[in-house]
């Protein structure tokens, strides 16, 4: 129980965000994981979960991602590339839904993606 007292901070749901464009629905929940010092800088790292879902009747696949990571220290990172975690998931009406969880270390406490 004092472990998550202690850690209650980090143990908190910080947001849900969905959105729904042409019957995909993304579901995105973050979760702070901490701070540590690296090369004499702290480093904020952040956990995240995505879930996809197709609420339409046409199959789709996830062929590529492109992410914006703007940190409050100014920073803004550009990551861009095939799949998501290795995978290109398809989305049917058989298997509608997909759900990986990735991390993100910014050089401010709080930042934004999209």
């Not at 929940?29 to 879930?51: K, L, T």
Request: with cysteine; glycine share 6%; hydrophobic share 35%.
């Amino acid at each position: 129980m004092a472990w998550q007292e202690r850690n209650h901070p980090w143990l908190e749901l910080s947001d849900v965000h969905k959105e729904t464009t042409e019957n995909i629905r993304v579901t995105v929940i973050p979760f702070y994981m901490g701070c540590r010092e690296s090369q004499n800088a702290n480093v904020y790292w952040w956990r995240y979960c995505i879930r996809l879902e197709n609420l339409g009747d046409l199959t789709v696949q996830l062929r590529e991602r492109h992410w914006r990571i703007f940190s409050l220290s100014g920073t803004l990172e550009t990551v861009r590339g095939r799949g998501v975690v290795g995978q290109e998931p398809v989305l049917s009406s058989q298997q509608p839904a997909f759900q990986y969880s990735s991390h993100v270390s910014l050089q401010a406490p709080s930042g934004h993606m999209w």
